[in-house]
Nanobody, 120 residues
Framework: QVQLVESGGGLVQPGGSLRLSCAASGNILSIHVMGWYRQGPGKQRDLVAAMARDGSTNYASSVKGRFTVSRDNTKNMVYLQMNELKLEDTAVYHC??????????????WGQGTQVTVSS
């Protein structure tokens, strides 16, 4: 069993910054892709940014140049640095990881989410 725990959300003014963290623990052999999705009020959950184990990244077009995803493979952690935050970035941000367990099976795992609110 794998647990993902996010932290770092909160209330911030437009133009401000926040840094999200996500720690994975449990039955983990390796984590292939690790990243962040978000779900705004009345919207579907969409990809924000993700990083593969080799360091390659994928960003939503709406956050390119403002958000940066990074990870620490030694600690099974992923981070999201969010700069120049906009009102439309308000959402619950969920950590996601494709985890290979000790038996060699790969499963997609989700955290409970952390609220990010951008408001003046």
């Amino acid at each position: 069993q794998v647990q993902l725990v996010e932290s770092g959300g909160g209330l911030v003014q437009p133009g401000g910054s926040l840094r999200l963290s996500c720690a994975a623990s449990g039955n983990i052999l390796s984590i292939h892709v690790m990243g962040w999705y978000r779900q705004g009020p009345g919207k579907q959950r969409d990809l924000v940014a993700a990083m593969a184990r080799d360091g390659s990244t994928n960003y939503a077009s709406s956050v390119k140049g403002r958000f940066t995803v990074s990870r620490d493979n030694t600690k099974n952690m992923v981070y999201l640095q969010m700069n120049e935050l906009k009102l439309e970035d308000t959402a619950v941000y969920h950590c996601n990881a494709d985890v290979e367990n000790m038996l060699g099976y790969v499963e997609g795992c989700w955290g409970q989410g952390t609220q990010v609110t951008v408001s003046s």
